[in-house]
């Protein structure tokens, strides 16, 4: 069964600081990576997402991920964070096959950004 | 503009009391998914539908009904709620051929509460 660890419950950054959210996943196969973003009152949002070739995606608002297969992660990152970039994140993991699309969510890291 | 949309945002009700959450999607998507928001639980699916008059359960679907007549909606159903089932619902949908193409959209989500 897939599963996914976001170790981070709550992590709080400085405006302009650099960011990092760790993300390990469990699958039998290549997984189906993904990001997604929830400010308050809102939906999810997708931040990037991968599927296979190159191990750094970029996605959406300037973040930017790495696929380590060797290490089962999927971490996001943020060279410069802005204080919009508070919300809460959550990493997810799907089948690379057709079927039931279940998305595997981890617990989620909120971000707290401070002047 | 493509986008799934959740009726209603917000409910308050009693045990016992039938209610219908409803989830229409604009983008002719084969794949739907309700997934239900727990505090330090990440999201865990519902029921999901992979094409009109095909559903199946998913993690949790204890309490939970659903239906897939038409293509666009997938509604949710809990026929005598109970104030476990008091949660953030978010509905979502995907082509439906496999997650390489599109990632899931989802909705705005809707907040129950059960008294």
């Known amino acids: 069964a897939q599963s996914v660890t976001q170790p981070d419950i709550h992590i709080t950054v400085s405006e302009g600081a650099s960011l990092e959210l760790r993300c390990n996943y469990s699958?039998?196969?290549?997984?189906?990576l993904f990001w997604y973003v929830q400010s308050p009152g809102q939906g999810l949002q997708l931040l990037l997402k991968y599927f296979s070739g190159d191990t750094l995606v970029q996605g959406i608002k300037g973040f930017e991920a790495e696929f380590k297969r060797s290490q089962s992660s999927f971490n996001l990152r943020k060279p410069s964070v802005h204080w919009s970039d508070a919300a809460e994140y959550f990493c997810?993991?799907?089948?690379?096959?057709?079927?039931?699309?279940?998305?595997?969510f981890g617990t989620g890291t909120r971000l707290t950004i401070i002047p | 503009e493509a986008q799934v949309t959740q009726n209603p945002r917000y409910l308050i009700t009693v045990t016992g009391k039938k209610l219908t959450v409803t989830c229409s999607q604009n983008m002719n998507h084969e794949y739907m998914s309700w997934y239900r928001q727990d505090p330090g639980l990440g999201l865990r699916q519902i029921y999901y539908s992979m094409n009109v008059e095909v559903t199946d359960k998913g993690d949790v679907p204890e309490g939970y009904k659903v239906s897939r007549k038409e293509k666009r909606n997938f509604p949710l159903i809990l026929e005598s709620p109970s104030p476990n089932q008091t949660s953030l619902y978010f509905c979502a949908s995907s082509p439906g051929t496999g997650l390489s193409n599109q990632p899931q959209h989802f909705g705005d989500g809707t907040r129950l509460s059960i008294l």
């Open positions: 997810a993991v799907g089948p690379s096959n057709f079927g039931n699309e279940k998305l595997t």
């Open positions: 699958y039998g196969a290549t997984p189906y």
